[in-house]
């Protein structure tokens, strides 16, 4: 079965400080995809980025980066130079198969709290 | 991008009345939906998957004469929570997903309150 876990439950930094949230997952499928959602307060999900898990090529856009370990299971994604607006919780999921649309599993959220 | 318009947005009612969510897909195809629940600081959990034209996959643990679910086109999925009790508030968003390659598509959610 497959399992996502995002350990840390709440991160607060300071505004201009880098965070970095770490994602772990399980799988027994060879062919997967690993997103990230950001869910600010007013509850919609916003689609960061998808992975395959033959692309293990890190990924940078503007201040996310992303690093994606199939060694250790692991999809981290760290924020640079943190904003207040980077309020918010962040999801990591994973779906199984070669189907980009299959259904998802998410990871618990790390509620990240950005003070100016 | 592709669009998941969900409807409403925020509904409250009453213990034992029945609450309609609509999911629709705006500018493609949408030959799967899903339908997930999010209790408070929570974080997302299945709840069926949804096939047009065919019934819907429900998750262990869902009441299926409960949560019901109709995907009647390739454009919009509906969740129907009949006989609403307290225990049914909660925060529901439904994702839908066209071919191979494309990302999940999320609508807005709809927060229910059943009072």
């Known amino acids: 079965a497959q399992k996502v876990t995002q350990a840390q439950t709440e991160i607060s930094v300071v505004e201009k400080e880098d965070v970095t949230l770490d994602c772990v997952y399980e799988?027994?499928?060879?062919?997967?995809?690993l997103f990230w959602y950001k869910q600010p307060p007013s509850g919609e999900l916003v689609f960061l980025i998808r992975?395959?898990?033959?692309?293990?090529q890190n990924e940078i856009s503007g201040r996310y980066s992303w690093n994606f370990q199939k060694s250790t299971s692991s999809f981290n994604f760290t924020i640079t130079a943190s904003q207040v607006v980077d309020s918010a919780v962040y999801f990591c999921a994973l779906s199984e198969g070669k189907a980009a649309g299959n259904k998802l599993t998410f990871g618990g959220g790390t509620r990240v709290l950005v003070k100016p | 991008g592709a669009v998941v318009s969900q409807h409403p947005s925020r509904v409250i009612c009453k213990s034992g009345t029945s609450v309609k969510i609509e999911c629709r897909s705006l500018?493609?195809?949408?030959?799967?939906m899903f339908w997930y629940r999010q209790f408070p600081k929570q974080s997302l959990m299945l709840m069926a998957t949804?096939?047009?034209?065919?019934?819907?996959?429900?998750e262990q643990g869902v009441e299926k004469d409960k949560f019901l679910i109709n995907h009647a086109s390739l454009t919009l999925s509906t969740l129907t929570v009949t006989s609403a009790h307290p225990e049914d508030s909660s925060f529901y968003i439904c994702s839908a997903g066209d071919y191979v390659n494309s990302p999940l598509h999320f609508g807005n959610g709809t927060r229910l309150t059943v009072t």
């Open positions: 799988t027994r499928d060879t062919t997967y995809y």
């Open positions: 949804s096939n047009e034209g065919s019934k819907a996959t429900y």
């Open positions: 992975r395959n898990s033959f692309d293990e």
């Open positions: 500018d493609f195809q949408a030959t799967t």
